[in-house]
């Protein structure tokens, strides 16, 4: 009886183990599938994320920080959105990484991502298909044909193109040669402009004695000095020249972008000078020169006053020469020839060749048309700088790229860059209505 119940106690503690053993295999099944579902769960959450389509592509017109609200043009659509974002939105930049709301700014081109079956905004990414080209300053807008060149390459655009300037929407036309830009786009398409540096206005005053000669802005931009004359100008701080002959007057302005700046030339006045120095080459070398009937060394420039002087020039074996001289200018050169017995005078003024290449080119007419500005009514029109009259206004049409500029006193000056063809036509053009500067009444 010992030995059986002995048996008995082994026969359950093994029963026990066996059991115990189960039991231990059971929850560490147990725990690695809840592992298992758990992981599984965690990868599924992330997938619509990982694997979501953008619903559309746009760009950013707008942030209102404070009302939690995006403003978009739908670039798909070509449709004007605004859609709230909270908390829970996702914002990040081309490589995915975390940003804010308020990091994005107007020209910007992203990815939209809405929540399935509602507008609900899931996230907002800076678009990584989209190309930037910064700190561009030879932009040309072809308004015509919808297309903008730069850095030699062509680029289309819609009618919905979005351009900022200081967060503000304007015409593409707006844009002047010169303006430093940044330029967004996907696959030859220009999709948002962003004005980095603009342009504002000289309007010269005072200046009838420099009328007829150049205009120096800078070193950069050489024009052609007229009456009334309004020209737009980078914004920044520059030098500017007028010369005519040799009277010369420089100012410095500072130009704000969209405004307008005064340069008053009163303080510069011409003063005939007395005297010219006058230089004598004459071929062949060695003859006597007399000037008003006075022997005249030439080896050097002889001093004249302004007027007229007789000039003798003899030599043997050659016909004399006898002429009159009228000194006009501060450098003039006189070229004799005994040989031939002709006589050259060049006034020493000539423009450098470095300014010609400055210095716009040829306007091309064609008469038999023109361009009429039809609005603002009342508007001071100025085609390139120059004066035209107040709008309604016609001119005679000129071919290729031009500036008009539009002006009237209490509002805000305008340009516009425009591409005239020379399609034997004439053109009428109604631009919008001047905005009222701050304050004015």
């Known amino acids: 009886m010992i030995v059986q119940k002995a048996d008995n106690i082994y026969k359950f503690r093994y029963k026990c183990i066996i059991f115990t053993l189960l039991a231990v ?50 670039i798909d659509a070509e449709t004007n959105s605004t859609l709230d974002y909270t908390g829970a939105t996702n914002f990040t930049n081309k490589s995915n990484g975390q940003i804010t709301a308020a990091q994005l700014t107007p020209g910007e081109i992203v990815d939209i991502y809405l929540e399935e079956g509602s507008e609900a905004l899931v996230k907002v990414q ?24 730069f850095r030699s390459q062509n680029y ?13 929407i304007i015409d ?95 303080a510069f006045k011409y003063v005939k000078p007395e005297e010219g120095q006058v230089t004598f080459h004459i071929t062949p070398v060695g003859a006597l020169v007399y000037v008003d009937k006075k022997e005249t060394d030439i080896l050097s420039p002889v001093s004249l006053k302004y007027g007229k002087h007789s000039v003798t020039v003899m030599l043997e074996g050659y016909t004399t020469y006898n002429g009159i001289l009228d000194v006009q200018s501060a450098n003039p050169t006189v070229k004799i020839d005994l040989a031939s017995e002709d006589a050259d005078i060049e006034d020493g003024e000539k423009s450098d060749p470095k300014d010609e290449q400055k210095s716009s080119p040829a306007p091309v007419y064609d008469n038999e ?66 905005v009222r500067k701050a304050g004015a009444g």
């Open 156 to 168: 289309r655009y819609q009618i919905g193109l979005a351009v900022f300037s200081q967060n503000k």
């Open 25 to 74: 295999l059971i929850l560490i099944g147990g725990c690695k599938n809840k592992a298992d579902r758990i992981h599984s769960n965690a990868q599924n959450t992330a997938l619509p994320d990982a694997e979501q389509s953008r619903d559309y592509i746009a760009v950013v017109t707008g942030v209102d920080a404070e009302d939690a609200k995006l403003f978009l043009y739908n």
């Open 172 to 266: 593409v036309m707006e844009i002047s040669p010169g303006d430093s830009v940044t330029v967004r786009g996907v696959m030859g398409q220009v999709y948002s402009i962003v004005v980095e540096k603009g342009h504002g206005f000289l309007r010269p005053l005072h200046y009838t004695d420099f009328i007829g000669g150049k205009m120096t802005i800078q070193g950069e931009m050489i024009i052609n000095i007229s009456k009334n004359m309004l020209i737009p100008v980078r914004e920044g701080t520059h030098e500017v020249t007028m010369q005519k002959g040799d009277f010369i007057g420089t100012r410095s302005i500072e130009v704000v972008r969209d405004g307008e700046v005064e340069m008053d030339m009163s």
């Open 126 to 149: 800076v678009s990584p298909d989209v190309f930037e080209e910064n700190n561009i300053q030879d932009i040309h807008v072809n308004s015509n044909e919808s297309y903008i060149s």
């Open 369 to 434: 048309h023109k361009i009429t500005v039809s609005e603002p009514k009342g508007a001071e029109v100025y085609l390139d700088g120059i004066y035209k009259g107040t709008a309604p206004v016609s001119f005679t049409k000129v071919i290729g790229t031009h500036t008009i500029i539009l002006s009237k006193e209490g509002y805000v000056t305008k340009s516009y860059t425009v591409s005239i063809l020379n399609d034997d036509e004439d053109i009428l053009w109604n631009f919008a209505a001047l």
